[in-house]
């Protein structure tokens, strides 16, 4: 596979499945609508932008091993620096013709690509085969766990299939040499503004602020009008079985009569129903039932319940609680077919596999608590990466980096903030 001509590498069962569902966790609680047609992405700077930034923690060592591994294998003599992090679905209908990933003006910067794959083709997708246009392997069948890595340039022209059910499922990394396009040094910059504004305004707190309601709305372009599509949050939501209700609903409902604008509507305290129950709990807003609702999904066969539980309230859904769940829908929902068409087949195995517990689903939304702040801790004393932006010239065969005939051990260093 090391052909000069088309450098290229496939590392087989590099993530863990464990870490696969993980980051497609985070990509279904929290992704927004992407940068080309039925596809949708969540970067780093919109989990740091949406209160999530602890989310980011997953991302650390896995970008860490990647860098290490592009630069062992395209043989660096400077260190890399991450020029993009994001978790990116494709959806039916997504596909790509044959480019190369610097095939822009703005593009050029970039050196290496990364693709994780973090499901499986034939199991939670159909199409999306990934193809190079020369040399061997001439085609890749994704499946979880696997990562091909190759030159970003013209060597390695590719194309992916149009997909044909389902949801693909990558991470993707491209890597730069020139360090004025370094990820990290801005993520440090965007962290540190958000950590010194909750330090000034608020208690530190993991709950997540929705962005602009045009971010999740898809197609996105009938976000200007809401009078068609539907918001991918409730789509994902709906598709696992659940409804929305709020008590504050109707006065919403009243005011968005005179405005096209939806942004609060989900942003108010909400109630998650399913088929005819209310679980009489409160979440702040959708990305907080959202969140609890992916981490049932992606926990329930660990789940345990227990006599200790605290009491679950689960209610009958009373008529005038039905009318406003079903406005709201309609609101949010305004083509179920197309939703179903990009969301219906991607429900979780976990999901389906364990019969639906109210129980052990109050159970997941404490786990969720648990593990935010769990990472939280970890990212408030661990800021991502180097304390340097500075390339550094690895002495070839060693751990080391060398400046003036002198060897130091080199480390990715964590800088506390």
């Known amino acids: 596979m090391a052909n000069p001509e088309h450098p290229r590498l496939i590392l ?98 970039r050196d290496f690509a990364a693709v994780c794959y973090l499901n499986s083709h034939g199991e939670d997708f159909k199409g999306g085969l990934f ?36 949801e693909r499922l990558t991470l993707t990394l491209w890597f730069t040499r020139d360090g004025s396009h370094d990820e990290d040094a801005k993520l440090i910059s965007f962290l540190s503004e958000r950590q010194l504004h909750h330090s000034i305004h608020e208690t530190r707190s993991f709950l997540p602020h929705p962005a602009s309601s045009r971010m999740y709305w898809f197609p996105p372009d009938t976000a200007s009008t809401y009078e068609s599509g539907f918001d991918i949050c409730f789509a994902r939501l709906n598709a696992l079985g659940y409804d929305l209700y709020s008590p504050q609903c109707r006065s919403c409902l009243s005011a968005l009569d005179l405005s096209n604008d939806l942004s609060e509507t989900l942003m108010v305290p909400l109630r998650l129903a399913r088929e005819n129950e209310l679980f009489d709990e409160e979440f702040v807003n959708i990305l907080h039932v959202l969140q609890a609702v992916q981490f049932y999904c992606w926990k329930a066969s660990e789940l345990q319940t227990s006599p200790l539980d605290k009491k679950i309230h689960v209610v009958p859904l009373s008529p005038s609680q039905k009318e406003q769940v079903n406005r709201l829908k309609h609101m949010f929902l305004k083509d179920e077919g197309l939703a179903g068409t990009h969301f219906s087949s991607t429900i979780a195995s976990e999901c389906n596999q364990q019969p639906f517990d109210w129980s052990r689903f109050s159970a997941a939304a404490t786990g969720w608590e648990a593990y935010c702040n769990k990472l939280g801790r970890s990212s408030s004393h661990r800021i991502l990466i180097r304390s340097s932006t500075l390339p550094v010239l690895r002495k070839p065969g060693t751990g080391c980096v060398f400046e003036d005939e002198v060897c130091f051990p080199f480390a990715y260093g964590d800088v506390k903030i």
């Not at 990509?27 to 930034?53: E, Q």
């Not at 062992?72 to 991450?82: Q, R, T």
């Not at 001439?138 to 997909?163: C, F, L, Q």
């Open 12 to 109: 087989h069962n590099f993530l863990s499945l464990d870490l696969c569902k993980e980051l497609e966790f985070i990509h279904k609680s929290c992704g927004t609508v992407g940068y080309r047609p039925n596809v949708f992405s969540t970067t780093l700077s919109h989990l740091i932008a949406t209160n999530c930034g602890h989310l980011i923690m997953p991302f650390v060592p896995i970008r860490e091993r990647l860098k290490e591994k592009a630069e062992e294998f395209f043989g660096c003599e400077f260190e890399l620096f991450v020029e993009f992090t994001g978790l990116i679905s494709w959806s039916t209908g997504a596909s790509i013709g044959w480019h190369s990933d610097d095939n822009r003006p703005y593009l050029k910067q």
């Open 131 to 166: 193809h190079f246009q020369d040399w061997q392997p001439a085609t890749i069948v994704p499946m979880a766990g696997d990562v091909v890595m190759y030159t970003a340039d013209s060597r390695n022209i590719h194309s992916v299939d149009e997909i044909t059910g389902g």
